[in-house]
């Protein structure tokens, strides 16, 4: 059997393989779970190892072994609201556009489906910003990527610490011109589950979503708040009070081999890691800001020349890698496994969500959660200025 398809559910489905082969005899399918595998067609396969040889998952792609730890805070307010927490990543991709680069990140497409895509402008950049927590498919785009880099574009690339190994891996060298931004990551649910969720929440507010954000500010400022639109009537709630955001919060739909990620550590594989800041109250209590404040963790020389052309344009302060993993727990080791994920999927297609979810993703809330959705922002304002 060809090796990569005795990674088996240890491949983290970047799709580099089915992009590397040199006789395109890989193919990415869905599995029962809605997850993409590679596939090979063995009778096109010649075993010349490609696949194995730019496999993130076995072959180790390069990795730092001390970030430069920061919590910053870009200046743009409007643009900072849009985003998940501070807003860094904003800064980063205008600085390689103004070069004439290219910027690849994670966007829904018009059905909400999380993919990664190329911008090339300003007003593109929106579709990028806010998690998406969702694998996003990269089929195709490491092959873009190499395009753009051989034409000698400067090329800035973010996803999960999986694409970007794999991207890495891919290239099998480094370039000048590329910059790697990685995300700290959970882990990542099928995006069929989230198309079944999709739609059942377009149904219950009278038709087809046009619009998710897990991380809505609107509401309650830098929290877990979702908001759901379809263009005349919208939803936004605590994310621990939905059954899909509150399965991925309690780690219980994500990819197996995310239970077991080698890049949950503090040897990063992007120049620049990013992440929310929890625990900056404590951590940093003067730099606390409701509208957000990231985790920037600078991991080479290239992340490090990136950070100091946009300086000016961010609120910045040094911080310490203990502080920053006290609430960001997959800086230092993967999610924890659930008992529940051994059968969380089953039934997940059976067109009808509500009881699947009722069923297989029950939930309960915690009381402690619940006072806190109760108490006002105004007073939660408040009370910050107490402490």
């Avoid at 409007?78 to 501070?86: A, R, V």
């Avoid at 739609?199 to 609107?218: I, P, V």
Wanted: charge should be positive.
């Amino acid at each position: 059997m060809n090796n990569i398809m005795q990674l088996g559910k240890g491949c983290c489905g970047c799709s580099g393989c089915e992009q590397i082969c040199p006789k395109n005899c890989i193919s990415m399918q869905k599995d029962n779970e809605g997850f993409f595998y590679p596939v090979v067609d063995e009778d096109v396969c010649v075993d010349c190892g490609a696949c194995v040889k730019h496999c993130p998952m076995i072959t180790d792609a390069p990795r730092c072994s001390e970030p430069k730890v920061y919590a910053a805070k870009y200046k743009d307010r409007e643009s900072t609201f849009k985003s998940t927490s501070g807003g860094l990543f904003i800064p980063i991709a205008k600085n390689i556009l103004s070069d004439g680069g290219i910027v690849f990140g994670c966007a829904y497409d018009e059905n909400l489906v999380a993919k990664h895509i190329a911008v090339e402008s300003e007003n593109e950049l929106c579709r990028l910003q806010s998690s998406k927590y969702v694998q996003s498919d990269t089929r195709g785009i490491y092959e873009q990527v190499k395009s753009a880099l051989k034409s000698g574009r400067q090329v800035l690339f973010s996803g999960t610490g999986c694409q970007v190994a794999g991207l890495k891996t891919y290239l099998s060298r480094d370039y000048d011109n590329l910059l790697t931004v990685d995300i700290v990551c959970h882990g990542v649910p099928s995006p069929e589950l989230f198309k079944n969720y999709i739609d059942y929440m377009g149904k219950k507010l009278g038709g087809s979503l046009t619009s998710y954000n897990f991380r809505s500010k609107e509401k309650r400022g830098w929290d877990l708040y979702y908001k759901a639109d379809n263009g005349k009537k919208s939803k936004s709630d605590y994310g621990f009070f939905d059954s899909y955001y509150s399965a991925f919060l309690y780690c219980k739909t994500y990819r197996e081999s995310c239970y077991e990620c080698k890049f949950a550590n503090k040897n990063r594989v992007g120049d620049i890691t990013l992440a929310d800041y929890w625990g900056i109250q404590k951590a940093h209590p003067e730099f606390y800001d409701e509208n957000g404040v990231s985790l920037v963790l600078v991991n080479t020389e290239k992340g490090n020349k990136c950070l100091t052309k946009i300086k000016d344009k961010l609120d910045i302060i040094e911080s310490d890698y203990d502080k920053a993993s006290v609430m960001n727990s997959n800086l230092v080791h993967p999610s924890k496994r659930p008992s529940c994920r051994d059968s969380i999927y089953d039934g997940f297609d059976c067109g009808n969500f509500e009881t699947y979810a009722k069923t297989k993703l029950a939930f309960k809330i915690n009381p402690k959660t619940k006072i806190k959705k109760m108490i006002p922002l105004g007073v939660k304002r408040f009370l910050r200025k107490l402490r």
